[in-house]
């Protein structure tokens, strides 16, 4: 029996001017992904179909992770995020962006690092 789980993928997409995600004019995405699936392979290459279908592309893939909800403080939004997202696509079999933030508000937040830091909610 495969047993599936959820994949973290910690990622920079670019995205196009038709991608349903791009709402203000952004060339890439910081997020990450949440992927069920039964191993780490399959995880990164449903994600990048699921990226092509969304007129967008990998860029950069920092970390990729099985999740754990021990892993992620429940008492920050990002924690919150992973986790209920995780959870859900275990139930729906269906692959989430979570955490993310556009190059466009980036511009107006800080640096691709800074946010990088401060969106990680690992205990």
């Known amino acids: 029996m495969l047993i599936r789980s959820v994949w973290l993928l910690h990622y920079k ?10 709402y203000d004019g952004s060339s890439f995405l910081l997020a990450v992904g949440v992927v069920p699936a039964v191993t780490m392979k399959e995880a990164l290459s449903l994600f990048d179909a699921d990226l092509a279908k969304n007129k967008m592309s990998m860029l950069e893939l920092w970390r990729c992770e099985q999740w754990n909800p021990k892993n992620y403080d429940s008492n920050s939004f990002a924690g919150q995020e992973i986790n209920q997202y995780s959870e859900q696509a275990l139930e729906t079999n269906v692959i989430y962006s979570v955490c993310g933030i556009s190059s466009e508000a980036l511009d107006c937040e800080g640096s691709e690092h800074d946010y990088i830091v401060q969106s990680y909610a690992h205990r």
């Open 13 to 22: 997409a670019a995205m196009g001017p038709e991608s349903y995600m791009n």
